[in-house]
Each structure stands twice: as structure tokens, then as C-alpha cells.
């Protein structure tokens, strides 16, 4: 954990972003580090934990993480939260909560609350468009052999 706040404070310190810091590690070690570089890569989804996951991913040469831990110096954001899922990560270590993160002004807990409203009452409009067209391809990749899942 104490490197993943290293890294939050020097990516915060450096420029890079907002205070965010994270690391992944497998069999007791350090195989990834991330920190928050949205405002200096003019990138949303460049979180902590996203870079983090981009760096293990890559060095390990798979996309699903299910051995290894995470540690990060904010509870994760849905986002994030999402992205850990879908690496497969089983365990994850935070240092300050949502509701901190809130207090200094991001919207982690704002989009939280969020999430579980119904599509047409949350803050963004959201509208059903051309489903039977876009069920083309979910129907191809049903049926598609050489299929890798995920």
C-alpha cells in the first residue's frame, strides 16, 4: 500500500494528475504500477488502477489477472471498479474511501449513486438506438468458433 500512495503522491507532486496511486502484485511481487495521468494525457479513463492493470496486462501477456492483488491509495471509482472485474482481479487493498475522495471534489461517489438508477432518470441522457441492427454482430459472435472468451 505504501507504494501505491508513493505513487499517488508523485504523479500529484510530478503534474501528472490527481492523487491517485496503485500497484499489482502476484506471488509477492511487484508487477505493475500506475498512477492517475487524466489531466496530462487528456485522457479520462487514464486512472491509477487502469494504467496499472494496461502495465500487468501487458507484461504478463494476458488479459485476465486472477493471481494477483491489487493495491490502491483510493477505493476505486466505478470505472476502475468495473476494469478490476473484468481483469479478474479477486482482492483489492484501498487506502482512502470514496467519500474522501468526494470531499476534495471528484465525482467517484456522485457516479456511484448513479449507477443503480434506472437508464432514463440518471444525469446522462440515455436512449435506445438500432438494437435489432447491433444485435447483428452479437449474433455473429455467438455463433463464431474460434471465439476467445472473456
Same mark, same amino acid.
Given at each position: 500500500m505504501r507504494e501505491a500512495i508513493k505513487e499517488a503522491e508523485a504523479g500529484m507532486r510530478g503534474g501528472k494528475g490527481g492523487p491517485f496511486g496503485c500497484v499489482?502484485?502476484?506471488?509477492?511481487?511487484?508487477?505493475?504500477?500506475?498512477?492517475?495521468?487524466?489531466?496530462?494525457?487528456?485522457?479520462?479513463t487514464a486512472h491509477a488502477e487502469v494504467t496499472a492493470i494496461r502495465e500487468a496486462c501487458r507484461k504478463l501477456g494476458t488479459f485476465q489477472l486472477e493471481d494477483c492483488e491489487l493495491f490502491t491509495s483510493c477505493e476505486p471509482c466505478p470505472m476502475c471498479l468495473a476494469a478490476i472485474y473484468w481483469a479478474r482481479i479477486p482482492q483489492i487493498y484501498y487506502g482512502n474511501t470514496r467519500s474522501d475522495a468526494a470531499a476534495i471534489?471528484?465525482?467517484?461517489?456522485? *457516479?456511484?449513486? #448513479?449507477?443503480? +438508477?434506472?437508464? &432514463?432518470?440518471?444525469? *446522462?441522457?440515455? #436512449?435506445?438506438? +438500432?438494437?435489432? &441492427?447491433?444485435l447483428t454482430s452479437f449474433k455473429e459472435w455467438q455463433s463464431k468458433s474460434d471465439k476467445v472468451s472473456y
Open positions: 499489482i502484485v502476484r506471488k509477492g511481487e511487484m508487477i505493475a504500477r500506475g498512477r492517475n495521468c487524466v489531466t496530462s494525457s487528456n485522457d479520462p471534489g471528484f465525482d467517484d461517489d456522485f *457516479i456511484y449513486q #448513479q449507477m443503480p +438508477l434506472a437508464p &432514463e432518470k440518471r444525469a *446522462i441522457a440515455m #436512449q435506445p438506438l +438500432l438494437r435489432e &441492427e447491433a
